[in-house]
């Protein structure tokens, strides 16, 4: 069965600090894939980033950063010089191999993070 | 392309009703699915679907059914609802291979009083 954890439920921070939000996650595939999504007040949900298990590079788009190391099955997302845009909750989660007509498309979520950004 | 549509985007209900929460893509999307979002439990996933009549149940499936006519809907029934299905709902589409990333639409606030 697949796992992810987001121990951190909520992060204040103010304005212009660095924030990072941790995922450790379970899976016996060796194929996977990882995301991260965002949702805002507003209550949608937002694509940020794709991970597959074969691309340990790191990746940094604008003032969001992702490090993701196999070997401590954790893909951490740091987002630097926050601001006040940046409240939302963020959510990582992983899909894995098809097997038969089971999709590899079937998400499972962390319970998420709360990232408060104040001025 | 209006992306992925639910409605209604509310909705409050008694216990022992049924209702259909509607979901749509204009993408030609293969794969749907529903989750359902509690606080501090993520998104669970409920139903999906690989295409056009074909369906299988996710992680939390009791309570709902769906079926797949079309490319582009994916209803979701709540066939005798309970306290416990008070949640907000969202749809979402992709193409079928895992590594794409999945769209998902508004969401559906559904109380059960």
């Known amino acids: 069965a697949q796992k992810v954890t987001q121990a951190q439920t909520e992060i204040s921070v103010v304005e212009k600090e660095d924030v990072t939000l941790d995922c450790v996650y379970e899976?016996?595939?060796?194929?996977?894939?990882l995301f991260w999504y965002k949702q805002p007040p507003s209550g949608e949900l937002v694509f940020l980033i794709r991970?597959?298990?074969?691309?340990?590079q790191n990746e940094i788009s604008g003032r969001y950063s992702w490090n993701f190391q196999k070997s401590t099955s954790s893909f951490n997302f740091t987002i630097t010089a926050s601001q006040v845009v940046d409240s939302a909750v963020y959510f990582c989660a992983l899909s894995g191999r098809a097997r038969g007509k089971a999709a590899g498309n079937k998400l499972t979520f962390g319970g998420g993070t709360r990232v408060l950004v104040k001025p | 392309n209006a992306g992925v549509t639910q409605t209604p985007k509310f909705q409050v209900l008694k216990t022992g009703q049924s209702m259909t929460l509607q979901c749509a893509q204009d993408?030609?999307?293969?794969?749907m699915s529903w989750y359902r979002q509690d606080p501090g439990m993520g998104l669970r996933l409920i139903h999906y679907?690989?295409?056009?009549?074909?369906?299988d149940q996710g992680e939390v499936p009791n309570g709902y059914n769906v079926s797949r006519s079309t490319t582009e809907d994916f209803p979701l029934r709540l066939l005798s609802a309970a306290p416990s299905q008070t949640s907000v709902y969202f749809c979402?589409?992709?193409?079928?291979?895992?590594?794409?990333?999945?769209?998902f639409g508004p969401g559906t606030r559904l109380t059960v009083t």
């Open positions: 993408m030609n999307h293969e794969y």
């Open positions: 679907s690989v295409g056009a009549g074909i369906t």
């Open positions: 979402a589409s992709s193409y079928r291979r895992s590594a794409y990333e999945q769209y």
């Open positions: 899976t016996r595939d060796t194929t996977y894939y």
């Open positions: 991970r597959n298990s074969f691309d340990e």
